[in-house]
């Protein structure tokens, strides 16, 4: 059922102050390290002052748990992984941070954190870890916790139903674009729904652990911490939320059920991560905050995300006057001679204009390319082929862009990994609500060079626009 978006302001208020000082409380007596796997770079989305680890060697899982944050990311990417690759990325990551544990002596929780709209490689990646994190420590994993609330985004979870926010209307997840995904689609409309759904029925939805609305604005912590407490068997637990404060709360009794021996894996969208580590508010970004060298160049846009919102997106983005737009035609790609000639000529307009001090956005064809033969890894492997020349498109780049923006989950990990090489990054902050800018390393193609991951389904129409005339203006 489709609800009013004025529902999201008829909850009782909560004493925010209060449940803020036993949220301190709380996560000051943890000492477990928090390692985020992050499916697509987009879920730093709400922190700050946190860095991107895009590699997980000995030397990066080290560094990470050496930092002061009680947080770091790992950017696993596995939403553009087969099964297969994110089995095998899985595996790696557990061995490497239970080696670094040991090594120095600090325990350690794993959070899944994927897209909120529930998409991605679900149950199998927090099904691995659990199984690797049990066979490493002899631990039980007690339950599951599924968190897609996430704010910015526009996404509430309300009487066990997650919704997406579009304008005055709310609409439950199931009925939009991002369920109907070729690769990770789903039908149900409840989340214990959408937990049997997804593990065929290996969890039903019956024995889904449900914390309510009614309790977490009752600020019932004894209540939700004894629902944590009877949770076994790696059954699943769904949190409820319409603000940031209901998450609070709900992470206070967490704490206290993990505090008494309880252990939990973490299946999430971004706002839960902030919470957990206790990150602050800031203010959004200032180009002064963001572009820190001089540079003539203009900047550069690249966008693969074929969701109805990007398009929208773009279409507003053609109102700046002083961005020029070059079509990658997508369509060739079954033709590999074809298509690098017309990555080529893409290529070649850019740096001409950028060089000329021209903005340049490159988007794909709107048109959704498929396999035309039904299998999913088919069209995950087509959509990483497209991928990897609209990265080409930065990371063959001769000369240095004032910024990068990067338009879908999957191409802006590309862009960060491939094209500019980053291997550590420091999350600066958020340009736009839940639109992260990272601020990238030395060892990075273009250093110090402000880069903006877009999220495919985040903004309002005109949100890249905005975000696109902060960086321009000078």
């Not at 631990?139 to 926010?165: A, N, Q, S």
């Not at 070729?182 to 039903?204: D, L, V």
């Not at 319409?242 to 894996?265: I, N, S």
Request: charged content about 30%; proline content about 3%; overall charge negative.
């Amino acid at each position: 059922m489709r609800l009013n978006a004025s529902v999201l302001s008829s909850y009782p208020k909560i004493d925010e102050a209060l449940v803020d000082d036993l949220l301190a409380r709380e996560i000051q007596a943890n000492n477990k390290k928090i390692v985020v796997l992050d499916d697509d770079p987009t879920g730093v989305q709400t922190v700050h002052d946190i860095h991107v680890y895009t590699g997980w060697g000995h030397d990066d899982i080290l560094a990470g748990f050496q930092e002061k944050n009680n947080l770091f990311y790992v950017l696993t990417n596995s939403r553009g992984f087969t099964a297969e690759q994110t089995t095998k990325a899985h595996e790696e990551i557990a061995a490497v941070v239970n080696d670094v544990a040991k090594e120095t002596g600090r325990e350690y929780i794993f959070i899944s954190r994927s897209d909120s709209t529930l998409r991605g490689h679900y149950p199998l990646e927090t099904k691995i870890l659990k199984d690797e994190y049990e066979r490493y420590t002899g631990k039980i994993i007690d339950g599951e916790i599924l968190c897609p609330f996430f704010k910015e985004g526009g996404r509430f979870t309300i009487d066990d139903v997650h919704y997406v926010k579009y304008g005055d209307e709310l609409v439950p997840a199931n009925e939009t674009e991002f369920a109907k995904d070729k690769t990770f689609g789903y039908t149900a409309a409840t989340m214990p729904e959408y937990i049997e759904e997804k593990t065929k029925g290996e969890y039903k939805a019956s024995s889904v652990t449900c914390i309510s609305l009614a309790d977490i604005h009752a600020m019932n912590f004894d209540a939700i911490e004894a629902q944590l407490m009877a949770v076994k068997d790696f059954n699943k637990i769904i949190v409820n939320a319409v603000d940031y404060v209901d998450v609070k709360v709900f992470c206070v009794a967490l704490y206290r059920a993990m505090k008494k021996g309880k252990v939990f894996m973490f299946r999430t969208a971004a706002a839960i991560v902030k919470v957990m580590g206790g990150v602050t508010n800031i203010p959004l970004l200032t180009r002064k905050e963001m572009v820190t060298i001089k540079n003539n160049n203009g900047g550069i846009i690249v966008v693969g995300s074929h969701t109805d919102k990007t398009t929208r997106q773009v279409e507003a983005l053609k109102q700046v006057k002083d961005i020029e737009f070059i079509e990658l035609d997508a369509r060739l790609v079954k033709d590999d001679e074809a298509f690098s000639r017309e990555v080529q000529r893409c290529l070649d307009l850019e740096e001409k204009f950028i060089a000329e001090g021209k903005t340049v956005c490159c988007y794909t064809t709107r048109a959704l390319i498929t396999a035309d033969t039904g299998d999913k890894e088919d069209e995950l492997r087509l959509s990483v082929k497209i991928s990897d020349a609209v990265q080409s498109l930065v990371g063959n780049l001769k000369i240095t862009p004032a910024f990068v923006i990067a338009k879908g989950g999957i191409t802006s990990s590309d862009v960060g990994t491939k094209a500019l090489r980053v291997k550590r990054a420091l999350v600066l902050g958020q340009i736009r609500p839940g639109i992260p800018v990272w601020q990238t390393g030395n060892e990075s193609r273009f250093p110090g060079t402000p880069y903006v991951i877009f999220p495919g389904n985040v903004g309002e129409d005109n949100t890249l626009k905005e975000a696109a005339e902060i960086l321009m203006k000078k």
